[in-house]
């Protein structure tokens, strides 16, 4: 069961090489500066992490590194999801074992078109039978080219670890679906920073949002003024913040979360080849964050 509440701005933690190798200590680093904001909570290898081109001993390294830095107040889930089953299943138990509040799995899809409806809730219904922390999906079609919509979705809701969905397909319809479909207490999060306010209109828990790497105190704020039902602000920030969502995501990817993370202060570090920083990028982000700094002074008052 879990002790801590899903709700609010989670931070999906970018992992800072140094000449292709982990740099822990920019990890930590940016964790302890992090842990004075608002945020929730902290997502660990996932996407944004670029889980993808870590090894199994790099894994452990940074989830016993999140431990030790993460305030004993947030929330720390663990990206442990796998092509195979099993391989889902170990993570999981090590990600357990290193202290995590709960893990994120993401669909496999190597072989997609054998990820039929069935497939899938056997994968994870397996996955959270053997988990000693509650699991919550997670399905991003841009990355992965396989979505899991809300029939699926419901399905697993009832299954009794299984917590919640991280929905990044920025599919408001499908999100709200979601929502409906599944119980009351079935934690919905949303992915995409696009729509992070349009999602807490229909009734998502709150986000994991690439932003919250550079400006979290933005998104936290969005959440803040929703709850408190200040909807013409939280509209607004919305809007300021959607420019620099485009850039560090779908524009520059990684590579641009990293450069903007480095000039608000933070240590984004290097990204892992075959992924490149975009150094062209760097004026036009530069100028973004420029417009940002004014609502950050407003939060810091």
Do not use: W
Not at 114 to 130: E, F, P
Not at 178 to 192: A, C, E, M, N, Y
């Amino acid at each position: 069961m879990m002790t801590k509440k899903i709700r609010g701005v989670l931070v999906p933690l970018v992992t800072p090489f140094r000449q292709e190798d982990l740099d822990i200590d920019a990890f930590k680093t940016n964790i302890e500066r992090l842990n004075h904001t608002g945020l929730s909570g902290y997502v660990v290898i996932g996407s944004t992490g670029e889980s993808v081109y870590l090894n199994a001993i790099e894994k452990e390294k940074i989830l016993a590194a999140a431990r030790e830095a993460v305030a004993p107040d947030k929330i720390l889930m663990i990206g442990t999801g796998q092509e195979s089953t099993k391989a889902a299943i170990e993570l999981t138990s090590l990600a357990a074992k290193h202290g995590a509040d709960c893990v994120l799995a993401v669909t496999p899809a190597f072989f997609k078109g054998q990820m039929t409806s069935d497939a899938l809730y056997g994968h994870y219904s397996r996955i959270a039978d053997q988990s000693p922390i509650p699991l919550l999906l997670y399905n991003v079609p841009q990355f992965t080219g396989l979505n899991m919509g809300a029939a699926v979705v419901s399905r697993l809701a009832q299954h009794p670890n299984i917590h919640g969905v991280k929905d990044s397909s920025g599919d408001i319809a499908q999100l709200t679906e979601i929502v409906r479909l599944t119980p009351q207490d079935f934690v919905v999060l949303v992915g995409s920073n696009l729509v992070f306010y349009p999602a807490l209109c229909v009734g998502a828990s709150g986000g994991i949002l690439a932003t919250a790497n550079v400006v979290p105190e933005i998104p936290v704020r969005i959440f803040d003024c929703f709850i408190q039902g200040n909807h013409q602000e939280a509209l607004k920030l919305q809007r300021v913040l959607n420019p620099l969502a485009v850039m560090v995501t779908a524009v520059y990817g990684v590579g641009g979360l990293k450069l903007a993370m480095n000039a608000m202060g933070f240590q984004g570090g290097e990204v892992r080849s075959p992924l490149t920083i975009p150094e062209n990028a760097r004026e036009e982000l530069g100028a973004e964050l420029e417009k940002l700094r004014p609502f950050l002074m407003e939060q810091s008052v």
